[in-house]
């Protein structure tokens, strides 16, 4: 059986990305046999050019590809690290401290209420400047992996990813309080660790 729309796919794969050396390549993730990548192909819980470069594929076939940032997550802006007023992140005058840390992301909301994920980078007694760019914004993704099942989904698989993205997600991520304890566990978006999933997600969960 081959990869085409509705199929369910489990995969194992190693993400690269370029070193600080040319021709150096750092691992940034890996979906093993033991924990797949699962996911459902046509639905939009992958980025495109991911899919594009595995239509078609069987059982033990393999792949090596790369994206580039254009076609993944974008250049590195900028303008999206933003200065935000401590007191946004304090409750009763008093920081989060189990939310607000250097180094977690954070779910906000942007001025039109959508729910974006930002990186806390710094935290002072006046001001916590997050980053709300992709972990991997102008990084250029390096997939090597291969097939392990491919097999129709079912009608209540399809029927549980409301509208593209697994887990209670629409187009822009996922939803609130649908992601399960090792990451997008449900409607099939299986993330497998609690990290930022890229390929193995693009959810956006942790």
Known sequence: MKITANKSVSAEYELYVDGELEGEQELMEKATAQEPLNFIYGVGMMLPKFEENLFGLQVGDTFDFTISNEEAYGQYDDDSVLDLERAIFEIDGKLDEEMIFE????PLMDNEGNRVNAQVV?????????DLNHPLAGENLHFKGSVLEVREATEKEIAALSGGCGCGCDEKGCGDGNCGEGGCSDGGCECGEKTEKVGACGCGCN
């Open 103 to 106: 180094g977690n992301v954070v």
């Open 122 to 130: 710094t935290i002072t007694d006046t001001h916590v400047t997050v």
